[in-house]
C-alpha cells in the first residue's frame, strides 16, 4: 500500500474543488460576457454550461485497506446552451439587423449568480472534507508517540 | 504469543472503516453537482455485530458500499444532500477522533507495562 493511497479521500476532494472553480471560471465567463453580441463563434455569444462526471475505479468492495475505489469528480465537457436567444428592438445597435432588431446572449444574470453561489458553497463543503481528512491523518499520526 | 489485543484490532478495523467512510462521504460531496449520481453509504455496523454475535474476529466484517439515503432528487436525478453529508462528515471525523483515543490509551498501557512505570 502505498502512502499516496491513504490520502485517496485528499484527491477525492481535490478533485472536487478543481471541478468547482472550473465551474466558477466558465460561470464568470457567461457574466462577463452577458452583453457580448460578437462570440467566438460569430453571432452572439452562446451561454457555456460544464459537464461534471464521477470517476469510479474499479472497485473493491469489502477490503480492509482504505482504497474504496472512487476518484472524486472530473470535467468532462464545457457545451454550449442550445437555449434560444432572445431579441430586442435596438435599431441604433451596430449589430441590429434590417428591422431593428439585435440577437442578444442567452445568459441570464440572476441564474448564473444562482449557479456561482451553488458552486461556492460545493466548493466549502469540499473544503471541510479536506480539513476533516487533515485532523484524521494527524490524530493518527499522533499515535506513534505512545 | 501475538502482541496485539482484540481491541487494538477492533480499533484498527474500526479506523480502516471510518476512513472507508470518509472516502465514500468525501466522493459524495465531490459529486453534489453531478447529474444523475446518488449517495452512497458504507454498511459495516451490522456485519460487525453479526461477526461478534457469532464469536468471530472483527476482520470477519466485510464493509460494504452500498447505495445511501440521500435527500429528495433533485431535477438532474442527484440526490446528494449536502447538510447530511456535512453531519455525517462530523460524525465519522467524532467517531475517528473516539477510536484514536482509545488505541492511543492502550498504547499508553502496553508502554507502561514495558518500562515499568
Known sequence: ?????????????????????????????????SLSTRGASGGAYRRQDVVFESIMN????????????????????????????????????????????????NVSVPIEMVNLMTASRAYEANLKALQSLRQQMEQTLSLIRY | ??????????????????????DVIAQNVANINTPGYTTLEVNFEDALRESLANKQDASAAKAEVVEGTGGLPREDGNNVDVDMEMA??????????????????ELAQYRSAITGR
Open chain 1, 1 to 33: 500500500m502505498s502512502f499516496d493511497s491513504l490520502l485517496v479521500a485528499g484527491n477525492i476532494s481535490a478533485s472536487g474543488m478543481s471541478a468547482e472553480r472550473l465551474r466558477m471560471e466558465v460561470i464568470a465567463n457567461n457574466i462577463a460576457n
Open chain 1, 58 to 105: 474499479d472497485q473493491t468492495q469489502g477490503n480492509t485497506g482504505p482504497t474504496s475505489g472512487f476518484g472524486g469528480v472530473r470535467v468532462v465537457d464545457v457545451v454550449d446552451d442550445p437555449s434560444e436567444m432572445p431579441r430586442i428592438h435596438d435599431a441604433g445597435h451596430p449589430d441590429a439587423d434590417g428591422s431593428g432588431f439585435v440577437t442578444m446572449p
Open chain 2, 1 to 22: 504469543m501475538s502482541i496485539t489485543t482484540p481491541r487494538l484490532d477492533l480499533m484498527s478495523r474500526l479506523l480502516d472503516v471510518a476512513a472507508m467512510r470518509h
Open chain 2, 88 to 105: 455525517r462528515l462530523q460524525k465519522n471525523s467524532l467517531y475517528f477522533k473516539v477510536y484514536t483515543q482509545i488505541m492511543a490509551n
